[in-house]
Nanobody, 123 residues
Framework: QVQVVESGGGLVQAGGSLRLSCAASGSIYSINTMGWFRQDPGKQRELVALITSGGGTNYGSSVKGRFTISRDNAKNTMYLQMTSLKPEDTAVYYC?????????????????WGKGTPVTVSL
């Protein structure tokens, strides 16, 4: 089993900053992509940012220029540096990890989600 745990969410005023972390652990062989998604009640989950094992990134249009995604491959950890936060950024932020689990001799695809960390941006 692969575990994904988010941290760093909280309450911040508009214009402020937060840094989210996502740590993957367990029977990980390799991680291909790690991504941040967010969701408000009654709405679809949307992509915030995605990063590949090679460092390539992709951002949702609403966060480009404000959020920065990064990863530490040695720690199997991903970060989301959020700046210039807006009330519209309020949501539960989820970490997603895609890669391979197991060992070099017995591995299989893995697609895991964390429980989410809430972010609230006040006026």
């Amino acid at each position: 089993q692969v575990q994904v745990v988010e941290s760093g969410g909280g309450l911040v005023q508009a214009g402020g900053s937060l840094r989210l972390s996502c740590a993957a652990s367990g029977s990980i062989y390799s991680i291909n992509t790690m991504g941040w998604f967010r969701q408000d009640p009654g709405k679809q989950r949307e992509l915030v940012a995605l990063i590949t094992s090679g460092g390539g990134t992709n951002y949702g249009s609403s966060v480009k220029g404000r959020f920065t995604i990064s990863r530490d491959n040695a720690k199997n950890t991903m970060y989301l540096q959020m700046t210039s936060l807006k009330p519209e950024d309020t949501a539960v932020y989820y970490c997603n990890v895609k890669g391979m689990k197991g060992t070099i001799f017995n591995r299989s695809p893995v697609d895991c989600w964390g429980k989410g960390t809430p972010v609230t941006v006040s006026l």
